[in-house]
């Protein structure tokens, strides 16, 4: 590669936004005002683009934190479209706002004090019973889940279910914003899944081992010869150290 | 114009290398690459990662670090003046008068609230104070898991061995052994949290393995470890109603005439009013720095990432350790734009999809360590081999149909669901198509140094997670972040506890940012920024350039 292309990469890789200006433009009403964003963008990037900083509304922009949940219409649709603004592109004729917080009341609760009972989620969070079966909760979900059912489930009193229902929750809030029987959808499947996490699921025997060891100081003295080894030697065992599973279908992690 | 017909999500130009890709799958996944010499890892690390490269780094000029190498974009920042001019700010009337000010809503803060109010804090003397929302924290993201040594097979000692080595035997002894020590704890207390992870019938974990880990140890909660670990956590500071205030970022912290931090300057983003908090003891939480995207990376991290920590914890005289260091993650998305920068995991290459350049030719080990990977797809594009975006970004492909070929239809579909809902938003479909990828800022593997204690050298300042530096030398394991910040976020409120109970504070002082002012005169060092940074701006240019400063 000659050294010009080689150049050319490196200034690409600092430079980008640069090159938008080429794409095609597509226009958006950004509460209603009209703006001109290169297609392709995101509704975060397209209001970035077009001059806002924001403080709210804006959080992981990657889809795990649910701050930027938002709704939009395109012009002469009645329509309304439910989204994260990091992961929705921008369509032409867009209209686009911020929904800069949810004003969803929480319950408090001592989880100690709870029992995983059928009754349980009904007693803290009595509004579910006004659940109405619209199913507007799972339309406006941007995770795609079956809100409903989960809320059916917590009526039910199945928390188990609920809890796994309810688990790629962002807790964005655009649920309860919808709900016309006011439920907190997303504060309810909260509680389902800590009584499941504490109560319902079983619990690791190994775990429990360990913790016991670990009181009794079992490893204190490994890991002390661990840190006082010279280099070399630390080097060495690190090196020899044997690797249990090198199986793909094993490796997790990010 | 660049044509902006799509076909399954990619351009034509793109296609046509897909093509390429396609034509040579089978020939690939017969001759895999070989991986590298250690001679040969060391080679192009030095030419190619940004830790090993010249000119990424360079010498600070001032403070207790003068002369330690550092990434360039943070020298900037510990060279400018305070973006806080002490003048500005009435000291005589404070605003809160607590015990505890926790500095980050993220995971490090959260827990630090909760085992200081266990330890004796009255809750209306505690205040978490943040950037963003509670909870708007690298913590939220990390999808993979939180490393624990508690199967028979494996021991803490093995844990510690593994982080030792893994962060090239440069990690504090002390903070490595408490790391590997207290994780079976924290996992337990997640237990009684009621964080509902992964397990098998009998409920035991199911623990998986991870880069540089020789046991598995891996406990995960499906796709989304980060968030429902810390959603519990903050659900139960919720129930607490430990005070936080959010919107507020601390932009400087506050001393007293002793020479002991004793709070800081809060900044409402939204009334730009500032806020006096006087605090007998300070925990920092503030988090790493991806977003001041060092280097010129695309960056995993969250919106608020800007290293505020460090420039406030410098100030007042902390020391910083291994910033001449950035983990970058091999597979960031290059490609569509929305989703330049996210990772995607590091699973595709486990379960066999080979990196292949623009001509489909394979070039590297797919499983080599994280930084010697990224180094070579650095390298491959550097050489052109690449494949360039519309918006400019590089990168190569991750030939992801090969895993179905190897483990028969569907593994995709049901071991990459998270990826594939992802790619499927912009028409791509990953079962199909390979994905481009390019290296992208992952982690600060150093920062504020701390003790067993979490003490910083200053008294008064506390500080855990990704601010912090020792824990994980200069590189960090994966599933070592979560366990970082509950480790030593549970370590920061218990101690921080009982420093309260003996403290005294003095008269309050910013003089700390007129000295340092005057160091920057004294060296000679011009700057026209100013720091902490708060927020990035990602403005368009357009937009910056005609932007006045009237209102």
């Known amino acids: 590669m000659s050294k010009k292309n080689q150049i050319l990469v490196e200034k690409m890789i600092a430079k980008k936004s640069k090159s938008a200006e080429k794409t095609s433009m597509y226009e958006v009403f950004i509460m209603g005002k009209s703006y001109k964003v290169p297609a392709g963008l995101t509704i975060m990037k397209a209001l970035e683009y077009a001059g806002y900083r924001f403080i709210r509304g804006c959080g992981c922009r990657a889809g795990f934190c649910g701050a930027c949940s938002t709704v939009y219409r395109i012009e002469d649709e009645q329509k309304l479209g439910f989204d994260l603004a990091c992961q929705k592109v921008v369509e ?6 911020q929904l800069p917080f949810v004003p969803a009341a929480k319950a408090e609760y001592d989880l100690n004090k709870l029992k995983p009972t059928e009754s349980t989620i009904l007693t803290i969070y009595p509004e579910i019973a006004r659940c109405v079966s619209c199913n507007t909760c799972t339309k406006s979900c941007p995770q795609d889940i079956e809100v409903m059912k989960y809320i059916q489930m917590a009526i039910r009193g199945d928390i188990a279910k609920c809890a796994e229902i309810s688990f790629d929750c962002i807790q964005c809030g655009l649920c309860a914003m919808r709900c016309p029987a006011d439920i907190k959808h997303y504060h309810v499947s909260q509680l389902a899944r800590r009584l499941r ?18 009181e009794e100081k079992k490893y204190d003295n490994d890991i002390e010869e661990l840190i006082k080894m010279d280099k070399d030697k630390i080097i060495e065992t690190y090196k020899s150290r044997k690797i249990e599973a090198e199986a793909a279908e094993d490796l997790g992690g990010d | 114009m660049i044509s902006l017909k799509l076909i399954d999500g990619y351009p034509e130009y793109m296609l046509k290398s897909i093509k390429l890709v396609e034509e040579k799958r089978e020939k690939n996944m017969a001759s895999p690459v070989k991986p590298m010499s250690l001679k040969e890892r060391e080679e192009i690390l030095n030419n ?3 830790d090993y490269m010249k000119g990424t780094r360079r010498e600070l000029r001032i403070g207790v670090d003068k002369g330690k190498l550092l990434y360039n974009g943070l020298v900037d920042l510990l060279e400018a003046k305070s973006v806080l001019d002490p003048r500005d700010v009435d000291l005589s009337r404070v605003d809160y008068d607590i015990d505890l000010l926790i500095i980050g809503g993220g995971g490090a803060g959260t827990v630090a609230s909760l085992f200081a109010y266990e330890s004796g804090v009255p809750v209306d003397k505690i205040l978490i104070v943040t950037k963003l929302r509670h909870g708007d924290a690298n ?9 624990a040594a508690d199967r028979p097979e494996d021991s803490p000692a093995l844990h510690y061995l593994d982080i030792y080595g893994g962060g090239h035997f440069a990690n504090k002894p002390e903070l490595a052994r408490a790391l590997a020590l207290d994780a079976p704890k924290i996992i337990n207390w997640h237990q009684e949290l009621g964080v509902m992870y992964d397990r098998q019938e009998d409920g035991e974990f199911q623990e998986l393995s991870g880069g540089g880990t020789c046991r598995n140890r891996m406990h995960s909660c499906k796709d989304y470890s980060g968030m429902e670990i810390l959603r519990n956590i903050r659900d139960r500071a919720r129930n607490l109603e430990i005070p936080v205030l ?22 409402n983003l939204e009334t730009y009013e500032y806020y006096v908090i006087r605090a007998k003891a300070t925990i920092l939480a503030t988090g790493g720095s991806g977003r001041l995207h060092l280097s010129n990376y695309p960056t995993t991290n969250h919106y608020g990432a800007t290293g ?4 406030m914890a410098y100030h007042v005289g902390a020391n910083l350790l291994d910033l001449d260091t950035i983990q970058i993650h091999p597979t960031g998305d290059a490609y569509p734009e929305p989703i330049v920068g996210i990772l995607s995991t590091e699973k595709i290459r486990g379960l066999g999809a080979i990196p292949v350049n623009a001509n489909g030719d394979p070039f590297v080990f797919p499983l080599e360590p994280r930084d010697v990977e990224a180094a070579s797809f650095i390298r491959e594009c550097k050489m052109g081999r690449g494949i360039v975006t519309p918006t400019g970004m590089p990168g190569v492909w991750l030939d992801s149909p090969m895993i179905d070929l190897i483990h028969g239809k569907g593994t995709i579909a049901t071991k990459l669901a998270g990826e594939v809902r992802k790619f499927k938003r912009f028409g791509i479909d990953m079962t199909k198509y390979p994905i481009l990828v390019y290296p992208t800022l992952h982690y600060q593997n150093g920062g504020v140094e701390i003790n067993e204690k979490t003490e910083t050298r200053v008294p008064g300042l506390f500080a855990a997670g990704e601010v912090t530096g020792g824990v994980h030398g200069r590189n960090r394991l994966m599933g070592n972040s979560l366990l970082d910040y509950n480790v030593f976020g549970r370590r920061a409120g218990i101690y921080a506890a009982k420093y309260i ?51």
């Not at chain 2, 913590?139 to 490393?147: L, N, T, Y």
């Not at chain 2, 970022?249 to 931090?261: A, C, F, H, N």
């Not at chain 2, 340092?516 to 350039?545: C, F, H």
């Open chain 1, 197 to 214: 996490g504490k109560y319902i699921d079983p619990k690791s025997k190994n775990l429990a081992k360990r913790l016991k060891e670990i």
């Open chain 2, 246 to 267: 959010e919107f507020c970022p601390i932009v400087e912290l506050l001393m007293d005439d002793k020479g002991q931090v004793a709070g800081g300057i809060a900044f």
């Open chain 2, 501 to 551: 109970k003996k403290v005294k504070i003095g008269k309050l002082t910013l003089n700390h940012l007129d000295k340092y002012n005057k160091m920057l005169d004294q060296a000679n060092i011009k700057s026209t920024k100013t720091a902490p940074v708060i927020l990035p701006e990602y403005r368009g240019e357009m937009a910056l350039s005609r932007a006045l400063d009237i209102f």
């Open chain 2, 308 to 311: 505020d920590g460090l420039i």
């Open chain 2, 48 to 50: 190619y990662h940004p």
């Open chain 1, 92 to 97: 032409d004729k867009m209209y686009l706002v």
């Open chain 2, 139 to 147: 913590s939220m993201m990390a999808q993979g898991g939180i490393q």
